[in-house]
């Protein structure tokens, strides 16, 4: 079993909707979730890191963290064509040097 | 400011050649990280140098993986001899060191095939 579980999608949506996307994952000694969104042929950027549980919010996205539930999730309001992406979800703990662990990636379709 | 560097960005060989993967981080940057990504996988974490000491190497796949940090900048991983399994891309991430969160900028990554 994965150690972050991610649905692959992909996910299409019509522009202006909200998207909702989210991962599962099983190690409870993770602190930090991120966020990253990859274009094609280039690196992950970071989108929004959480630290421990609760909500966190900038511009159109909100990162929401339940470590009782070991679940996340990512939401873009207003979704544009240019949010047309894959959408990683990683996780870190600092006594493991911040080592990122990646769920496989949601690739998101905003049609305009 | 420079963000992370990769070279080459794209490596075709032939099963049990050599290949020399190179990271530049962003400049102070202590902590460098290297990812691979597998066809149809997740990223997966291969190693972390802090400076030029290698920190963690636990996610490395075998021993025909060599990794080096000289001085403290950039960074190597050598494979040799590459087998068809070590297709993918490979990521380089570099980060501040100081207490709490701080962030991965990633380089675009090398895209190596073998053939």
Same mark, same amino acid.
């Given at each position: 079993?994965?150690?972050?579980e991610q649905?692959?999608?992909p996910?299409?949506?019509?522009?202006?909707?909200?998207?909702?996307? /989210?991962?599962?994952?099983?190690?409870?000694?993770?602190?930090?979730?991120?966020?990253?969104?990859?274009?094609?042929?280039?690196?992950?950027?970071?989108?929004?890191?959480?630290?421990?549980?609760?909500?966190?919010?900038?511009?159109?996205?909100t990162?929401q963290?339940?470590?009782?539930?070991?679940?996340?999730s990512?939401?873009?309001?207003?979704?544009?064509?240019?949010?047309?992406?894959?959408?990683?979800?990683?996780?870190?703990?600092?006594?493991?040097g /911040?080592?990122?662990?990646?769920g496989?990636?949601?690739?998101?379709?905003?049609?305009? | 400011?420079?963000?992370?560097?990769?070279?080459?960005s !794209?490596?075709v060989?032939?099963?049990?050649?050599?290949?020399?993967l190179?990271?530049?981080p962003?400049?102070? !940057?202590?902590?460098?990280?290297?990812?691979?990504?597998?066809?149809?996988?997740?990223?997966?974490?291969?190693?972390h140098?802090?400076?030029?000491?290698?920190?963690?190497?636990s996610?490395?796949p075998?021993?025909?993986?060599?990794?080096?940090?000289?001085?403290g900048t950039?960074?190597?991983?050598?494979?040799?001899?590459?087998?068809?399994?070590?297709?993918?891309?490979?990521?380089?991430?570099?980060?501040?060191?100081?207490?709490g969160?701080?962030?991965?900028?990633?380089?675009?990554?090398?895209?190596?095939?073998?053939?």
């Open positions: 079993q994965k150690e972050v649905d692959p999608g996910l299409s949506v019509p522009e202006g909707a909200i998207v909702s996307l /989210n991962c599962t994952y099983s190690n409870s000694a993770f602190q930090y979730f991120m966020w990253y969104r990859q274009y094609s042929r280039k690196g992950p950027e970071l989108l929004m890191y959480t630290y421990s549980s609760g909500n966190k919010e900038d511009g159109r996205f990162a963290v339940d470590k009782s539930s070991k679940y996340i990512l939401f873009i309001r207003d979704s544009q064509p240019s949010d047309s992406a894959t959408y990683l979800c990683a996780m870190s703990a600092l006594a493991a /911040n080592k990122l662990t990646f496989g990636g949601t690739r998101v379709l905003v049609k305009p | 400011e420079a963000g992370v560097t990769q070279f080459p !794209h490596s060989i032939e099963k049990g050649q050599t290949v020399t190179r990271c530049d962003i400049s102070g !940057h202590d902590n460098l990280y290297w990812y691979r990504r597998v066809m149809g996988k997740e990223i997966k974490f291969l190693l140098f802090v400076k030029e000491s290698k920190q963690d190497e996610g490395m075998n021993n025909r993986f060599l990794a080096e940090r000289t001085g950039y960074s190597t991983l050598k494979v040799q001899p590459a087998e068809l399994e070590d297709s993918g891309v490979y990521f380089c991430a570099s980060s501040q060191t100081g207490g969160y701080n962030e991965q900028f990633f380089g675009p990554g090398t895209r190596l095939t073998v053939l």
